[in-house]
């Protein structure tokens, strides 16, 4: 295994059974649609995985389009959406062909981390071309450098607890740890930024940015940005 988007496209270790994986998309799908600035919206999910509860998030649009680099996930989206009016399923290059100015919102949730620094400035600023004036880009999920593992356990932790799941939270971590997650984490390092350094790259590409007070999905020690694509001054 080479590269991140062949471990998506395999199976992993990352949800400990399938409730836990299908809380997780819940609600992370709900505090994304608290994002949507208005119900004629149309949104891109830029690595949005498999996305389980999609749905929740294609109600609060026009349109909902779900990006992936992973075939294998890409499937599994096209065959659980097949048939809804709202929700598209698109390749990453199909995603960078969609028309500018064409998109109220874009979501890259869990995406920056796995992205190596000197390519994401240029992943925002292609994404940003399809977004009309005052459209917005969500980074969500950002690891601040300081970030320790155990921390992120205690997250997962405390999402079993409060989830119904927490003994195959504690049976999961053992297995994560002896997985190729922490090989791929050791061999291909994950990108993390300080809050000051994400505002800054994204005011370098002349939007207009924010960190968000909450983190969408359970774990709050991770940071979430807004940024507005703002018109042209005349």
Known sequence: ????????????????????KALHYRLLARDLASL???EDA???????GEALSADILAERTRRLSLSDAAPNVR??????????????????????????ASLDLVILHSVAQYVPREDFPGL??????????????VVGDILPPDLPATTDALALLRFGFEGGFL?????????????????????????????????????GLGLTARRLERNPGHNQSRMAFMAVKLAPLE
């Open 124 to 137: 925002i600023e292609r994404l940003a071309e399809k977004l009309r004036d005052g459209g917005r880009i």
């Open 167 to 203: 003994m195959a939270a504690g049976m999961g971590l053992v297995r994560a740890a002896l997985s190729d997650y922490r090989k791929l984490r050791e061999d291909l390092g994950l990108t993390r930024y300080t809050e000051a350094e994400m505002l800054s790259l994204l005011e």
């Open 75 to 100: 499937d599994k989206l096209a065959a659980r959406f097949a048939g809804h009016p709202r929700i598209a399923v698109l390749s990453d290059h199909e995603a960078f062909a969609l028309p500018a």
């Open 1 to 20: 295994m080479t590269s991140w988007i062949d471990y998506w496209n395999g199976d992993h270790p990352i949800y400990v059974n399938e409730r836990h």
């Open 42 to 48: 149309v949104v891109l999910d830029f690595g949005c």
């Open 36 to 38: 949507v600035p208005d």
